[in-house]
């Protein structure tokens, strides 16, 4: 008899488990245009070959002295709390994913919660390159469907230009600086967060990092003198990779779902080579129309990239449609996400 009752009280909850919805978007990207024209003047580059081989015209750039990841994503936050009506005073915790904090220690996501007012909400940081904003949103949606929180921001925010190597043309045409965030809430219908799966292997370590400053190699003359401290890419090797796991997470997560390219509304893919988004898409069968792509504006704003693109497309958004996230990164590091989009 007790074990009935409990069994009961189990599947009432499971039955009672809400779904995770994003229930608004806020970004930021700085003023500052750092051109393919400029990039022509400072390495051995050409336009031609930066839009061909990547898909990237401009990027943002943060110039401000004094200003740093957090600032990025303060500013995101802000527009989100605008957006959404909301008082920072109902947010119950901060999770914000970046690989350009500010500083090692506080981390960027407690900076960020003193610059909007936050007080003693609690905050963390997320590092999973360029899979951040999908990891963080898969953290953000545990404390929402446990019902530990109400209202949860995940920012993803990312200062490139701090360790872009400027003489380095490989990868000083990629990346630019940006911070999008959004809220997080317990939905009341079936639209929602309905599946994420992450996904990461060591073995890319090599190939996609930032050799010095770290424990394994402390800032010393040497790394600095060696320009250790900028991106490291080997950025056939990474392409490889990138072009099959991105892929391969966004089939995977139609199956589980039972979508077909027709049933996907919107493909987000993190923006890192429109070649990489272009081989996602066929692999999804989704026809380019709905593709997010702001590459050609942004360049590869890291974390920033999924946010940034849901942040510029959130005014054509309608309630109920399918929407497929898709990132790959440094680690490496790479996931999906399927999203019925909960408002419009
Ligand atoms: O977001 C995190 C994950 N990262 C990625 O997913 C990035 C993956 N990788 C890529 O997107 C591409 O590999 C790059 C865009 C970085 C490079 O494109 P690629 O087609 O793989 O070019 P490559 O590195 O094989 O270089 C081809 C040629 C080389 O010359 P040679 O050796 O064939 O004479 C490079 O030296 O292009 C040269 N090259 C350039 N030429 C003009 C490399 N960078 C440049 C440049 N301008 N900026």
């Not at 750039?61 to 957006?83: C, F, R, Y």
């Not at 497309?313 to 109920?320: H, N, Y």
Request: proline fraction near 2%; hydrophobic fraction near 40%; aromatic fraction near 8%.
């Amino acid at each position: 008899m007790i074990t009935k009752c409990c069994n009961f009280r189990a599947i009432l909850k499971i039955k009672e488990k809400k779904l995770t919805k994003i229930s608004g978007v806020g970004g930021f990207v700085p003023a500052e245009k750092l051109t393919n024209a400029d990039l022509e003047k400072m390495v051995d580059t050409n336009d031609e070959w930066i839009r061909t081989r990547t898909g990237i015209v401009e990027r943002r750039i943060l110039k401000t002295p004094g200003k740093a990841t957090s600032d990025l994503g303060a500013e995101a936050v802000k527009d989100l709390l605008a957006k959404t009506n909301t008082d920072i005073a109902e947010i119950d915790l901060i999770i914000c994913a970046t690989v350009t904090p500010d500083m090692f220690f506080p981390s960027t996501s407690n900076l960020i919660s003193h610059k909007v007012g936050g007080g003693e909400i609690p905050s963390f940081d997320i590092a999973a390159a360029c899979s951040g904003f999908i990891y963080a949103l898969q953290t953000g949606r545990q404390f929402i469907e446990a019902g530990t929180y109400k209202k949860v921001i995940v920012v993803g925010a990312d200062k490139m230009s701090a360790i872009t190597d400027y003489t380095d043309r490989n990868t000083c045409i990629l990346f630019g600086d940006g911070a999008g965030a959004v809220l997080l809430e317990a939905s009341d219908d079936d639209c929602g967060v309905k599946d994420i799966r992450i996904y990461s292997n060591g073995i890319g370590a090599e190939t996609l990092y930032q050799k010095a400053g770290g424990s394994l190699n402390p800032a010393s003359m040497e790394t600095v003198k060696n320009r250790e401290h900028f991106i490291y890419q080997d950025g056939k090797s990474v392409f490889k990779v990138a072009v099959k796991k991105m892929a391969d997470v966004a089939a995977e997560i139609m199956e589980r779902n039972n979508l077909t390219g027709d049933d996907v509304k919107w493909l987000v893919p993190h923006q890192a080579n429109k070649r990489i988004i272009d081989a996602t898409a066929r692999r999804m069968n989704v026809t380019e129309d709905k593709v997010m792509i702001n590459i050609q504006k942004y360049g590869n704003t890291t974390a920033a990239t999924i946010p940034l693109c849901l942040w510029d497309w959130q005014d054509q958004l309608k309630k109920g449609e399918n929407i497929v996230l898709a990132a790959f990164g440094g680690g490496y590091t790479w996931g999906g996400a399927y999203i019925k989009w909960a408002y419009s």
